[in-house]
């Protein structure tokens, strides 16, 4: 079977370094046609994994090294017994190098090459093997037909490296991008095949370093990493002598008219991850609700800023903006929250009132907007946030000295010191209301628990898919509050609480 997304170096890096780790392998001794083999040898590995009782291919080759691995795959399959065809949609008089050699080979193997045209059939397996990771515009033609007519074929599909048409760097579609239901990469992995559009894109996903020196590949600087179970931050385990005061204070502000529930489960994640005490302001009317739902925490009816002045001395992490609303009770709450000294997690309508300078952050916070958000943070909209989400979670982080989280598929986390790590895991059906409450009251948990806030946003953020993934497994239906006792679990299954 190919390779799961856990399987995976941790290392994320850049198109142009990906290229330069491959000139530096050139360098150090190994050809650039050795290293084409070696790519087509993987991926017509990992094709015949993936579907075992094919014996038909058809390759779609461009002009570039990409075109090249393609040539070659041909190659192999034919030799295999495979029926083979390769429609050119580059023209092979304009290849160069390597692939020009890649060509000459598949010619004197005497597979079928045809000039690509919109009428001619796909059959069997289709091989994307047009467009690299050079790529940086949109999809011109005769590509973008092309890449049209392999997502309408209904036929099982591998890419080369990168479907087509994905930004290597930033994971979005340059107008329209190859939906592959597998991808073989080499090298290094690329940061786009992780956020933004690639989950829609890159299907099974298989790396093949070719072979390349560790060394060499370690000496590069990565642009970011993935978070997986072996480089997690951890919580220590407890002392049995252990009480709740060792464990923080979690004060969650929030819920206004209409918006309680948004607290209560913000309150009701801090509480099962694992903070001392949990304490939350909010409307009045929300009083019962709160003490009935969690009778665990002190609840305050709040109506004005000055209720809280003496809890504000009494706690050690606040969580802000879960159903805070923007009318003036909010505002008010989230005024006497920013002049307080301790570190804060902000989401929701305490982000929007941020980003309408209607109030200052803290230093030390962890952010967690989603793309819609970011966008107001920034000024920008949306699409330019999506656009190149590495970059806006940097901008965001730059901008506000603060960690931040940008959610949405592929969620990134950045530190004002220029670290960059991505979350990929979670289920469709996560597309739900409240998750966002449930993250925000478990970052403020770890925080109490004495995690930095870069450590409590990278493990929150995975917990959070991680027990969106499991839940989602039970398909639609999935409900924020579901998350919970699956966080819960991971978090005991990842850092037990006694040793």
Not at 373 to 389: M, N, P, S
Request: proline residues 5%; aromatic residues 4%.
């Amino acid at each position: 079977m190919p390779h799961t997304k856990d399987d995976l170096p941790d290392a994320l890096y850049s198109a142009a370094q990906v290229r330069g780790l491959d000139a530096s392998l050139i360098a150090a001794g190994t050809s650039g046609f050795e290293l084409m083999h070696r790519a087509a040898r993987a991926t017509w590995r990992a094709l015949v994994r993936q579907w075992p009782t094919a014996d038909t291919l058809s390759v779609l080759a461009g002009h570039g090294n990409n075109a090249g691995d393609g040539y070659l795959v041909a190659v192999l399959a034919q030799r295999a017994g495979w029926t083979v065809r390769v429609l050119a949609v580059g023209e092979p008089q304009r290849l160069q190098g390597d692939a020009a050699l890649a060509h000459a080979e598949a010619v004197s193997d005497n597979v079928t090459i045809d000039a690509w045209n919109p009428h001619l059939p796909l059959r069997g397996v289709v091989l994307d093997a047009l467009l690299g990771t050079g790529l940086t515009g949109d999809v011109r033609e005769p590509y973008a037909s092309a890449i049209a007519a392999i997502n309408a074929s209904g036929l099982p599909v591998a890419a080369v490296d990168i479907p087509s048409g994905l930004c290597a760097d930033t994971g979005r579609m340059l107008g329209d991008a190859v939906r592959a239901d597998l991808t073989v990469t080499f090298i290094g992995l690329k940061l786009g095949l992780f956020t933004g559009d690639a989950a829609d894109c890159v299907g099974a996903l298989v790396f093949n370093d070719l072979q390349a020196d560790s060394q060499l590949i370690n000496q590069a600087d990565a642009s970011a990493r993935r978070l997986t179970t072996g480089n997690l931050p951890r919580l220590a385990a407890r002392a049995p002598t252990s009480h709740k005061g060792k464990f923080g204070h979690v004060l969650l502000i929030g819920g206004d008219h209409g918006f309680g529930g948004a607290i209560l489960l913000s309150a009701q994640s801090a509480l099962r991850s694992g903070a001392g005490m949990v304490s939350v302001a909010t409307r009045s009317e929300h009083v019962p609700a709160a003490l009935a739902r969690i009778p665990e925490a002190m609840v305050l009816g709040t109506s004005s800023a000055n209720q809280l002045m003496g809890l504000l001395q009494k706690v050690s992490v606040l969580v802000v903006g879960p159903g805070l609303g923007q009318a003036s009770w909010g505002r008010s709450l989230l005024s006497a929250a920013a002049n307080a000294p301790l570190p804060q997690v902000w989401d929701a309508d305490a982000l929007n009132m941020l980003a309408e300078a209607q109030v200052s952050l803290p230093k030390g916070c962890v952010i967690t907007p989603h793309p819609g958000e970011a966008a107001r943070l920034l000024g920008i909209t949306t699409a330019q946030v999506q656009a190149d989400r590495p970059a806006a979670a940097h901008a965001l982080s730059k901008k506000y000295t603060a960690v931040v989280v940008l959610k949405g598929a592929g969620s990134l986390i950045a530190s004002p010191d220029g670290r960059l790590a991505l979350c990929h895991q979670g289920h469709p059906a996560m597309a739900t209301a409240g998750l966002g409450d449930v993250l925000a009251g478990l970052v403020g948990a770890l925080l109490a628990q004495g995690m930095d806030t870069f450590d409590a946003a990278c493990l929150g953020v995975w917990l959070h898919a991680n027990a969106g993934a499991r839940e989602g497994e039970f398909g639609r239906g999935l409900a924020a509050s579901d998350l919970i006792p699956a966080i819960r679990q991971l978090l005991e299954e990842q850092a037990p609480c006694l040793k």
